[in-house]
Nanobody
Framework: VQLQASGGGLVQAGDSLRLSCVAS????????MGWFRQAPGKEREFVAA????????RYADAVKGRFTISKDSAKSTVYLQMNNLKFEDTAIYSC???????????????????WGPGTQVTVSS
């Protein structure tokens, strides 16, 4: 699976952004798509995940209620709608794909085998 993320930018606290991740290369029926982020000096952390088949979603506690992950199967695209952005959301956001992922492992980055280049999200306070 090849991935290409876009949509990052510089916004003020309280603003919204929508990230997109276009996937290509194979059938996605057994694929889980995830968004991860990495802030300077910190480890990569899980943000959200969605199962391509069925659309089940999971979120990190830090973004629950503010971020929404969704997909458009016709466009082979996964979105991350980010509302009420906070300074601490500043990071490089990357989308990733995992095939045949045991759902309980949705937040484990090492289990995602395809990664797209990240997109920078900067939130000014």
């Amino acid at each position: 699976v090849q991935l290409q993320a876009s949509g990052g930018g510089l916004v003020q606290a309280g603003d919204s952004l929508r990230l997109s991740c276009v996937a290509s290369g194979r059938s996605f029926n057994d694929v889980t798509m995830g968004w991860f982020r990495q802030a300077p000096g910190k480890e990569r952390e899980f943000v959200a995940a969605i199962r391509w088949s069925g659309g089940t979603t999971r979120y990190a506690d830090a973004v629950k209620g503010r971020f929404t992950i969704s997909k458009d199967s016709a466009k082979s695209t996964v979105y991350l709608q980010m509302n009420n952005l906070k300074f601490e959301d500043t990071a490089i956001y990357s989308c990733a794909a995992a095939s045949r992922l045991i759902w309980s492992n949705f937040g484990v980055p090492s289990l995602y085998t395809s990664w797209g280049p990240g997109t920078q999200v900067t939130v000014s306070s």
